[in-house]
């Protein structure tokens, strides 16, 4: 019998799917396994199910060696090493559709709650100190503005739709994507030079690591607001922090974090406090593609990667 192993909690339903194809484990919690349980729970599983907090090198797959997929229920499939699993034959697959509206939406959440400044307004009447309308917390509206795009795959082409009744003009940065009418595409230093709000689209590649560093935000409008929702490490977090103590940078809301690019040997173990502290920011924990129907459906595609793997079945 055919071994699989689920390293996060997803629904009963997508548990029963897998059951008629062989002995699942499953973490049946919502807290993440350390790396080295992981490992240990793999070694002798013909399928994993894994999910953004894993990470797979050729050491992990040199301790599984009945492996044959890694159905991953993402899209962003940076901290999986793809020549090492192509190396040792084993499969690994992602879920890259679903997540494409979800993150897009919340991308275009991010920028309104950051530039109407609803962290400190809600913070405000939590505090018992609003007494009625007064003028203040005046903040960015997103009509008329320019909006730069780093990075215009299938999410930051979501975006675009999103922000089509917004009254933006919009521009974008991508030397792998073709442009649209409704996009003007320019090179990385016209997004910085001329967006009032720049979104970080990208995925996270040996070219987009820090892509957004002292340099480009030095490069932005004074009071220019930046949103990533690509991968934590797109951006230095150091250098976003100094442009918002010295107020260059106007604010910053991000749903990623350099803590979590597992696959990078430096990366940080939490977000700056200093950052986490600072009054224009505004952050999200990875919600993404947390809206429950879609992470059900992302679920049950990863299963059926793992169940077609295991039965030779080819759906493409």
């Not at 070219?207 to 560093?213: A, C, E, F, G, Q």
């Not at 430096?266 to 502290?277: F, G, I, K, T």
Request: hydrophobic share 50%.
């Amino acid at each position: 019998m055919k071994r699989i192993l689920v390293t996060h909690w997803v629904e009963e339903e997508v548990l029963d799917l897998l059951r008629l194809h062989g002995a699942v484990e499953a973490n049946a919690t919502r807290e993440t396994w350390p790396h080295e349980e992981v490992r240990a729970r793999a070694a002798d599983k013909h399928a994993i199910m894994a999910f953004m907090p894993d990470r797979v090198d050729a050491a992990f797959l040199e301790a599984c060696p009945e492996l044959q997929i890694i159905a991953c229920a993402l899209k962003g499939f940076d901290n999986f090493d793809r020549a090492a699993c192509d190396a040792a034959g084993v499969k690994l697959t992602i879920v890259p559709d679903l997540l494409t509206g979800p993150t897009a939406e919340l991308a275009v959440g991010l920028a309104i709650g950051l530039g109407r400044r609803l962290r400190e307004g809600d913070a405000l009447v939590r505090a018992g100190a609003f007494h009625g309308w007064r003028p203040i917390l005046y903040g960015f509206g997103l009509a008329g503005a320019t909006v730069g795009l780093l990075g215009f795959g299938a999410v930051g082409r979501a975006i675009v739709d999103r922000l089509g009744g917004f009254g933006c003009r919009i521009i974008a940065h991508d030397p792998a994507a073709s442009g649209r009418a409704d996009v003007e595409m320019v090179n990385f230093d016209e997004v910085c030079a001329r967006s009032d709000l720049v979104i970080a689209a990208a995925p996270l590649t040996s070219h987009s690591l820090h892509m957004i560093d002292a340099a480009a935000i030095a490069g932005f409008r004074p009071g220019a607001l930046l949103v990533n929702i690509g991968r934590g490490s797109v951006v230095d977090e150091a250098a976003v922090l100094a442009a918002l103590q010295a107020g260059h940078l106007g604010g910053y809301a991000a749903d990623v974090f350099a803590f979590e690019d597992w696959a990078l040997p430096s990366r940080p173990l939490e977000v700056p406090p200093a950052l986490r502290e600072h009054p224009r920011t505004l952050f999200t924990p990875h919600l993404g593609s947390a809206v429950a129907s879609v992470r059900r459906e992302i679920a049950l595609h990863a299963a059926w990667h793992i169940v077609d793997a295991l039965s030779g079945t080819d759906r493409s």
